[in-house]
Nanobody, 123 residues
Framework: QVQLVESGGGLVQTGGSLRLSCAAS????????MAWFRQGPGKEREFLAS????????DYADSVKGRFTISRDSAKNTVTLQMNSMKLDDTAVYYC????????????????WGQGTQVTVSS
């Protein structure tokens, strides 16, 4: 089991940028595949981006491809989501997730979740 804590959420204007961080408990992050999801008001949870535990593979949802970038720093046990060119539809609670085992991109089993951080995009 790994504990995940997201940070960096807040209010941003359309077209702006925001950087989310996910801190994972020590000694467990290095072999976990990591991902970001979000859930907007009245919407289902949506996959955004993922990265294999080796860092060699990534997967992005079409809705964020080219705007969002996932990265990880295994030495610091953190995963970040850089969000650029933000849109009103990006308003949501953003969740960090981790999963062991084979990496299948968005179809990877993610069994550990953070509490989420609110991101609000205003016009």
């Amino acid at each position: 089991q790994v504990q995940l804590v997201e940070s960096g959420g807040g209010l941003v204007q359309t077209g702006g940028s925001l950087r989310l961080s996910c801190a994972a408990s020590a000694r467990t992050n290095n072999r976990y595949n990591m991902a970001w999801f979000r859930q907007g008001p009245g919407k289902e949870r949506e996959f955004l981006a993922s990265m294999s535990w080796t860092g060699g593979s990534t997967d992005y949802a079409d809705s964020v491809k080219g705007r969002f970038t996932i990265s990880r720093d295994s030495a610091k046990n953190t995963v970040t989501l850089q969000m650029n060119s933000m849109k009103l539809d990006d308003t949501a609670v953003y969740y960090c997730a981790a999963g062991l085992g084979p990496y299948y991109g968005r179809r990877t089993v993610y069994s550990n979740w953070g509490q989420g951080t609110q991101v609000t995009v205003s016009s």
